[in-house]
């Protein structure tokens, strides 16, 4: 069923934190229902707005990173590819940083 993909540790780790978000997030949501608020976003969000940004965000960071890993190689005379753990925490980063701040 999963043989279209290369799942890695890496990968299957990054799906299953998605997917323990979006659990999180509704059971926060059932919990304690969200309000608009602005924050360095240029416009009003809920959490769940801050949420898809950040992953998109996400995505987009570990899309750039795998295909940079090879230049950032060249770049800065690896003798290996970077781990894309560093991608990982990077990105998880700047999703904490746009659900607190955005």
Not at 27 to 46: C, D, H, N, Q, Y
Request: glycine share 10%; charged share 10%; proline share 4%.
């Amino acid at each position: 069923m999963f043989h279209w993909m290369a799942w890695t540790t890496p990968v299957a780790v990054f799906f299953s934190s998605i997917g323990l978000m979006l659990v999180g997030m509704t059971l926060w949501e059932l919990k304690s229902p969200t309000v608009m608020r602005k924050g360095f976003l240029p416009i009003a969000t809920t959490r769940g707005d801050r949420l898809f940004i950040g992953l998109l965000s996400a995505g987009y960071i570990n899309l750039a990173f795998v295909g940079l890993t090879g230049r950032f190689a060249e770049w800065f005379h690896l003798e290996h590819e970077p781990s894309v753990w560093i991608s990982f925490v990077i990105s998880m980063a700047v999703l904490g940083f746009i659900m607190n701040k955005g």
